[in-house]
């Protein structure tokens, strides 16, 4: 890229960066240190405000980035990750949504430790959390890494490098001095952001194609290189059993993992009441709907326009697909209006970045310090009059360590698809967190021995699977490419991980010698359908 692409989009880049400061510094300055505070922004979001917050939190890098690279790579396949994401929403919304506003106060673990033994259950919960959070994090690094190395034309690993640490460190700064009425504010600018940048983009393509929709395709399909299979299933997720298996997984994941995601759960408690939390789904359905809608024009726009082969060059995983359509959009490499739409969708994708990996490590800092943290804090002395405070400066310090984990993972991960590894978070999500929450909330006789087993016996397999899949070793794409320790033949867990948690917590409830307490099922049961007692 020339000097004059560069120079817009770090303009560009910077505003975000000194706009989203100031509000991190203006909220810090404004805050009364309290745990409430940190972790849910006080309870005071209306839903529309809390909406928007939810669909910046979850339009990742993975969907503005990754979604449209494998549409643009393997087309209609590549329709099951934007399918997936948006579906997932429904069984958060009927299952999930009303129930955690009302059982809990900031994380998941509040929810299944209402009825159980606290101490094992928040650390089993804890550590699931933090597991998901950073794998999802990692994610949004390689995202980071993608952009850079494409603004800089490829100068070097030590850029890719720079830049993620320089991510990492914002993120520290957002979550560790504004909380979660910093990262909401943050959230919400960025869904701003990127809807409009989407909405612009899908508005340019149509116009090069007068509107006609069936042109855009039939012209992605003829430079795609597989004719009419480009638009039928089969092309990355056909080619064999494995491959069909692999499609159900991914499927399975992406539909039931939102509903076990820490760093969604968590912004539930950032409205007042459990209305005001269903009434924050559907203004996220709404607008986290339109966007995915507008994905597949892009997508299918950039295989049409840039060409697959442009775009492997690029990023053999797809992830600069959008950067690239939008420079051609523009007028191409060397024109004004090239070099200004890439400099703002450059712009939009990291403010993106930033956004989300703000709520997550903000979620994942909370289970550090509101769970692991509290939970051994708590052993053997009842002394609670400090714990709010101090589990806040517990929480600012794991933000730091969550952001080194997350930037030395990203760097290990750089040349992987960014939707194919929030896949993964999602497959660990779906495996270890939903199942506890579902029995929790439905299952009169589940035990703490059911709730820790169903934790464990899922995100166990899952991170076990995922190690011994094609992801890690044994083909050319893996991490480790030079070595083979691959017998599992999917690249996502979720068909075996997710049965074997719900599994687990049944096996370990029913060889419980525990008697299930009627008195606090029948109080949660109440307490989760109409409100009463609810913080």
């Not at 958060?92 to 673990?109: K, P, S």
């Not at 064999?240 to 820490?262: C, E, I, K, N, Q």
């Not at 200004?340 to 993106?352: E, N, P, S």
């Not at 703000?358 to 002395?381: C, E, M, Q, W």
Request: glycine share 12%.
């Amino acid at each position: 890229m020339t000097g004059h692409h560069q120079a817009l989009t770090l303009a560009l880049f910077s505003g975000f960066v000194i706009v989203t400061l100031a509000i991190t510094t203006w909220v810090s300055r404004n805050r009364h240190g309290s745990a409430e505070e940190f972790y849910a922004g006080g309870r005071l979001f209306s839903p529309m405000e809390n909406g928007f917050a939810i669909a910046g939190d979850y339009m990742s890098a993975a969907s503005f980035l990754g979604v449209t690279g494998l549409i643009a790579l393997v087309g209609y396949d590549g329709l099951l990750y934007a399918v997936g994401f948006q579906v997932a929403w429904l069984v958060v919304l009927f299952l999930v949504a009303e129930l955690v506003r009302n059982c809990g106060r900031f994380t998941l673990a509040d929810v299944v430790a209402a009825r159980m033994s606290e101490r094992p259950v928040r650390i089993a919960t804890g550590m699931s959390s933090v597991t998901v959070s950073v794998l999802y994090l990692v994610a949004q690094m390689v995202g980071a890494g993608s952009l850079v190395a494409l603004l800089l034309g490829r100068t070097g690993e030590a850029a890719q490098a720079w830049t993620v640490i320089g991510v990492g460190a914002l993120m520290v700064i957002y979550v560790s001095l504004g909380g979660m009425r910093a990262t909401t504010w943050i959230q919400i600018v960025k869904a701003v952001l990127l809807l409009g940048g989407t909405i612009a983009l899908t508005v340019l393509v149509l116009l090069r194609f007068h509107g006609d929709v069936d042109r855009l395709l039939l012209t992605a399909a003829n430079r795609s290189g597989h004719g009419d299979a480009f638009l039928a299933p089969g092309l990355k997720y056909g080619g064999s059993w494995t491959a069909r298996f692999d499609f159900m997984s991914l499927g399975l994941a992406l539909v039931l993992g939102t509903a076990g995601l820490p760093h969604i759960l968590s912004r539930f408690y950032t409205v007042p009441t459990a209305r005001a939390a269903r009434r924050s789904v559907v203004w996220a359905i709404g607008l986290i709907g339109a966007f995915y809608l507008m994905t597949f024009v892009l997508g299918f726009g950039a295989a049409a326009i840039v060409g697959p082969d442009a775009v492997r060059r690029s990023n053999a995983a797809g992830n600069t697909a959008v950067p690239l359509l939008a420079l051609d959009l523009g007028g191409g490499a060397d024109s004004t209006g090239g070099a200004v739409l890439f400099a703002i969708v450059a712009a939009v994708a990291f403010a993106t970045i930033l956004a989300v990996v703000a709520g997550i490590t903000l979620a994942s800092s909370a289970s550090v310090a509101h769970d692991l943290y509290a939970s051994l804090r708590r052993r053997g002395h009842g002394r609670r009059g400090s714990e709010p405070r101090s589990e806040v400066a517990v929480a600012r310090v794991a933000a730091v360590g969550i952001g080194v984990l997350a930037i030395a993972l990203g760097l290990l991960a750089r040349d992987l698809n960014v939707a194919f590894l929030v896949g993964l978070a999602f497959a660990v999500a779906a495996s270890a967190n939903l199942p506890v929450l579902l029995y929790s909330l439905f299952w009169r006789g589940f035990t703490t021995r059911g709730a820790v087993w169903a934790v464990y016996g899922g995100l166990v397999p899952a991170l076990g699977l995922v190690l011994l899949s094609p992801v890690v070793s044994g083909s050319p794409g893996s991490l480790f490419p030079d070595v083979d320790f691959q017998y599992f033949p999917l690249e996502n867990p979720g068909l075996v991980s997710i049965p074997l948690g719900f599994l687990a917590g049944w096996l370990g409830t029913v060889t419980s010698a525990e008697t299930p307490d009627d008195a606090k099922h029948a109080e949660t049961e109440v307490r989760s359908l109409t409100g009463a007692g609810a913080v």
